[in-house]
């Protein structure tokens, strides 16, 4: 899809359609009080006839305008004109473009930025369309040999009156680098587990790095981190035939003496479990355990594209977690790379096993802050659902600065807490501390388990078991999920 900025004064418009925004008690917004002007009351007079009565999300397509250059209108209502709010003005663009996706509409313009958001610029509302529509048009066709009919729209204009032009450019700019990073995320994670292996991801890191100027990548092979002693890593990878990658990204875009933030997501390219095998219904979707590594991908490529005057590191350690015969076994005891011994006593708690080495492998780039990004507890699913990703730290103005990213992106997170209490759950009579605490709070600790690498840094872990993708059925898929979080977060960090 082709995404620009248009300031052409609304009678001057040559188009296949236009989109407006109209509110509750039936009031246009500016651009469609425009074109209702320039259309005789075509759009009044529909209201009148209650074809639409500006109820968020509702929409009224007008297919044909005779005598105009404007050749469809497309209505969107935003609810009421005082209390629109970010949720709101995004159902309304999901709305916008489903029925866009659904007609024969090959380009359309958008006069949605004259919408009245709470809280919000226009360099937000240029974003939120971008990132909405880009969202709603993704399509997974790799491995179907009968492409899908691709939705026929192919170019949005955004339409801005010229003073505003120069706002609307940058969220345009950011929208189009944080969407395409989504894209990225949502195929890498929806791509199945016998095609997106670690040496796979490995090399689409590679790739990524290959294509941004101020981008380095360096992959470790079992080798290498076998004289790291990384001992944890490496005993869920012993169960696979795939080779475990540790992938490591470096994005210079900042003074070579600032400390980067570091961003280390959890690439398990298929979690069968290991000796404690998962169930097998639904087990298909364990190839979305690498959606935190994925998440790494997006958000860096985004920030180079972005060009963000700030270092970046991402670390993914990625590996499959299969049963074998030289696979983990519930009792072993492994040692990690920071010197703790570990229990096993359960082989599918194997996403914290791989992490606590990658966290303190993160302690080389003397980070600003570590953020973790990971699949790692179905308890998350429990206690928050599908809606926020849970988020717990070490440090209350890290957590608070991703909240703030999570509301301004729309992409949320809601904080557990992490006292010492849970900490006893971890106790092991064999070694330092066991990978599973028993069934009650299991997200904290998992959360808890990986705090014990995570010492001397600020540190916050991201649990987006419940957001990354979603669930079951026809509508199974990645969400691309918290890119557009971890990107506000940066771009935040850029601009203070
Ligand atoms: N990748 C899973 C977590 C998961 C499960 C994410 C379902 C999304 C949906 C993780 O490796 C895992 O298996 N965790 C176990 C931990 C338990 C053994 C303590 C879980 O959540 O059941
Ligand atoms: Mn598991
Ligand atoms: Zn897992």
New binding site residues.
Partial sequence: MDYSIESLPLDKLETDCIVLGIYENQSLSPSAALIDLLTQGLITQLIERGDILGKNAETLLINYIPDNTIKRILLVGFGNQKETTAKQYRKALTAAITILKASKINSADCALIDIDVQKSDIQWKTRQIIEVFNDAIYQFQTTKSEKGTKPCINSIKINTAKEFKEQAELGLRHGIAIAQGVDLTKLLSDLPGNICTPTYLAEQATNIASKADKMTVEILEESDMEALGMGSFLSVSRGSRQAAKLIILNYQGGKKADKPIVLVGKG?TF?A?GISL?PGIGMDE?KY?MCGGATVLGTLQAAAKMNLDINIVGIIPSSE?MPDGDANKPGDVVTSMSGLTIEILNT????RLILCDALTYAKKFDPEVVIDLATLTGACLVALGRVPSGILGNDDALCDDLITASKTACDSLWRLPLWEEYYEQLKSNFADLANIGGRDAGTITAACFLSRFTEGYRWAHLDIAGTAWRSGGINKGATGRPVPLLSQYLIDRANG
């Fill in positions: 398990l979690d479990g998962k364990m355990d977690n599918d708690a194997e996403g």
